[in-house]
């Protein structure tokens, strides 16, 4: 049949044909139904005088037979957001040997859209044994993403410089790079690296058009906490706030103050104490 081979328009002719003359039911008025929603009524320039029973989520198959059963009803509950339904769904159809690379790659995005990051991983690797060629960077991405959700943060830190090494073009991309830097230093922070998470947040920063005032809480957080303590790059990081019309609290000015006549101090210290070893 024309719908099985995903030859949509011909199928919509055809089932629009019969159901002139004899209206549609169960499987064949749901495949009717579907082709409907997708708008082949419009690209196809054939209306159906008959009227028809809109999709829903009364049109699920409640016994599906094969393959294709478990693939109508994987799309039908994908329009109705029904993520997680319509993953297991399109596992059944790959696992019944329907186009597995095509319907593993629908339950990989499925799963993650219902927030399922264990299922994302465990298809991940079963798309790089059925669609290798499937790979981009949102394959990659979304994996990597799932292992920062599942707190495996040393592995998505792994993850998303192998991504960025095999898709360099994505540094092109303000908005994607903003995102993945943001990951990559959020990881090294769980982590407690604090020097690297520096790092991606100056990365992240760079990269945007304005540094938002969170970023520069960020900042004077980890300065504050690095090892070994830093004085002038935490003194740096409030000035930077200050100037930048961020609101110091009175604890954040105490602290500015303090550092700012410590750094003086010192500084006049070791010019007095050089200047004393000249004379002698």
Not at 97 to 109: D, I, L, M, T
Request: aromatic share 12%; hydrophobic share 40%; glycine share 2%.
């Amino acid at each position: 049949m024309a719908y099985q081979i995903q030859a949509y328009d011909k199928a919509y002719e055809y089932l629009a044909h019969i159901h002139h003359y004899q209206p549609l039911k169960g499987t064949y008025l749901l495949y009717l139904q579907l082709l409907m929603h997708e708008g082949y009524p419009q690209k196809t320039g054939i209306n159906i005088s008959t009227e028809v029973e809109m999709l829903s989520e009364n049109s699920l198959i409640a016994a599906p037979k094969d393959a294709l059963d478990h693939l109508v009803n994987a799309q039908v509950l994908s329009i109705y957001k029904r993520y997680s339904e319509a993953t297991a769904a399109f596992i059944k159809v790959a696992k019944l040997g329907y186009k597995p690379a095509v319907n593993y790659a629908q339950a990989f995005h499925h799963a993650f859209d219902a927030k399922e990051f264990e299922k994302v991983i465990v298809l991940y690797e079963k798309l790089k044994t059925h669609a290798p060629r499937l790979f981009d960077d949102v394959y990659g991405a979304r994996w990597a993403f799932s292992l920062f959700k599942l707190e495996r943060y040393e592995e998505a830190i792994k993850a998303y410089k192998e991504i960025l090494f095999d898709y360099p073009v994505i540094a092109e991309d303000n908005d994607s790079y903003v995102k993945w830097s943001s990951v990559i230093h959020s990881s090294y922070i769980k982590e407690g690296y604090i020097e690297d998470a520096i790092k991606y947040l100056s990365i992240k920063c760079s990269k945007k058009r304005e540094v938002a005032h969170h970023d520069l809480r960020v900042f004077e957080d980890m300065a504050a906490k690095q090892t070994p303590y830093n004085e002038l790059s935490h003194l740096g990081t409030l000035q930077i706030m200050k100037y930048s019309d961020t609101a110091l609290t009175e604890e954040d000015q105490n602290k500015l103050n303090h550092l700012r006549n410590k750094v003086q101090e010192e500084v006049f210290y070791k010019h007095e104490t050089t200047g004393i070893k000249n004379l002698n």
